[in-house]
């Protein structure tokens, strides 16, 4: 989805699930709770004096939604990318592999539980470990996220493998394949997102 139609179309989301939150009576009888996938899309840092309209609603939510029953769950892969409102108002902090000292840094003003032996834990953390860090917590925690069913296709690609396997044929036949499918879409494609294009919905 390109980024003027995530931008409006998560902020509207957004204002509709607060606004019924707000009308519940007796208040804070209905918690919901708003997962942000990729939150840095369309909750970033204001940069150039510019805020986008789903910043603004998200981090109202993150300010006064917990009177209402909303909470907001954020994840992304660049927490230093994200509002600095927003990033201030989490409570707990479930960190991943992180190697960019920026995003590093960010999680040490996020919270007073993150030390430097945490901090250090980072950049070497397998895969499905994660660093957990805040109210949820006693202390700053290291976790293995249990396996599920049917996960999703977010492994990286085996180029290695797929160019020794691969025929000269079988490239061609893919790339004109692919290139066909993307000649018969209706919709431009955003070249302006930096993001990879998404899998279409079930």
């Not at 300010?63 to 927003?86: D, I, N």
């Not at 499905?128 to 977010?154: C, F, K, M, T, Y």
């Not at 020794?164 to 490239?171: C, H, N, S, Y």
Request: glycine fraction near 8%.
């Amino acid at each position: 989805m390109s980024t003027d139609v995530l931008e409006n179309v998560t902020a509207l989301l957004g204002r509709l699930v607060f606004g019924l939150a707000q009308r519940v009576s007796p208040r804070g009888t209905l918690p919901i709770l708003l997962v942000l996938e990729e939150a840095h899309r369309y909750v970033p840092a204001a940069t150039q004096g510019r805020q986008l309209r789903s910043a603004a609603v998200f981090e109202r939510i993150a300010k006064e939604g917990r009177k209402y029953g909303v909470g907001l769950l954020v994840a992304s892969q660049r927490p230093s990318e994200l509002s600095r409102t927003l990033v201030a108002q989490c409570g707990t902090l479930i960190a991943h592999r992180i190697v960019n000292p920026e995003d590093q840094e960010l999680i040490r003003h996020a919270t007073p539980f993150a030390g430097r032996d945490v901090l250090r834990q980072l950049p070497g953390l397998a895969t499905q470990h994660a660093v957990v860090l805040g109210e949820a917590v006693a202390a700053p925690s290291h976790v293995r996220i249990r396996d599920i069913q049917n996960p999703p296709l977010s492994r990286d690609p085996d180029f290695i493998g797929m160019w020794q396997r691969g025929g000269i044929e079988e490239v061609d036949d893919l790339f004109d394949r692919t290139a066909q499918e993307w000649e018969g879409e209706t919709s431009p494609v955003d070249f302006g997102n930096e993001s990879s294009p998404e899998e279409p919905d079930a």
